[in-house]
């Protein structure tokens, strides 16, 4: 019998070892293999020959997979496989270790390096199933959406459920400190991630679906990706436009927005790296409403806000990733269930594959998991759908909500909200002194 390999790339989902206990558990029950081997930190493990010997562990620690967040069990990389020498490396490794199976869990650039293994294995005559799994938080591995509703390729991908539910039950919160502390910060902007696609920050509705919290969403696809000061002049009116309504404003915006040079590192596949930016877009957002760019000549800045108080931010990091006390216990399934799929695929002897999560159209949330070529998702990015931004760019459509509510489990929470029931007034009007300046 031959050995498998699994491995994980790019950035870590709070349910991703969920698949990995999919595919060790489906794996295991089918006594076709003989060890399970975990490539220490990604691709980077099998070029320098680090081979965890998963077979080796105790039932109770797979188990604990599926309560574990983050890819620390094994690691990730965000390593490109750019050589030849490389790729020949990988089939050394392989030949040498037995290995008949080789599972790559990540987003479209893994999906690309688990395409190139298949195809250079094919080449030297080495019997190896190649087998993608998908996990991004930022949605973007899969096709676009369809006039069914639903999403081509790959309807959503594992990790997102959990940062969507994490996002949510953040704005609710968010929500409780604005209410408490609006007469002296009115705005707080919250920056997430996602890079340049939006599929993150639209999640923020899912907190608020009936619409009554005094909340604007800024997704990338929504503003001009080149006038940054027209992009910050645009938001502020629509800052001014909820403080005039409610005196209060709630700001979620996509890391990528346009709004200025960050300062932006790059990883190795070219993507940017905004969390270790020099500036961030909600920090250059704060400082244009609060006007630190027009100081009087005491040194004071000019706020833009036209009530009193401060814009504050917020950025949530890379906790939105990991935190497995916000998990969708539906992601967390379907990251279970797609790594199970996995394997099934590659035990029925098909390569070079991908196991996908399809939706039935309609009313009632339900999917089932198919297979898609490596090669059609492999260097993928899926765009949020300009038809699900509102017209006034600075929301999203119920089209969004009925597509993502199913995605992040059960109920949020519940916070009290009294009535503003006033006792009778028994004094003169009154202005608090520093209210009169």
Sequence with gaps: MKNAVIAQSGGPTSVINNSLRGVIDELNLSKKINKIYGAKMGILGVLKEELVDISAQGSHQIALLAETPSAGTIGSCRYKIKSDEDLARIIEVFKKHEIGYFFYCGGGDSMDTANKVSKLAQKENLELICTGIPKTIDNDVGGPLQADGT????????????????????????????????????VLVIGVMGRKIGFIPAAARLADPGKKIPLLIILPEALSKDDYLGNLEFITEKVNKKLKDFGRCIVVIGEGVELGDLGILKDSFGHPQFSASERTVEQLLINYLNGTDKKDEKGQAQSRLIVRGIARSERPGTRQRREIAYVSEVDKEEAYQVGVYAAQIALSGENGLMSTITRKPGGIYKITYDKVPLEVVANSERKFPQEWISADKVDVTDDFINWAQPLIGGPLPCFAQFEEIYVSKKCREYVPVEYRK
Excluded: Q
């Design 151 to 186: 999403f081509a390729v790959c309807d959503h991908n594992p990790g997102y459920g959990s940062v969507a539910r994490n996002l949510a039950i953040n704005i609710l919160e968010a929500n409780e400190e604005n209410k408490a502390s609006y007469t002296s910060d009115p």
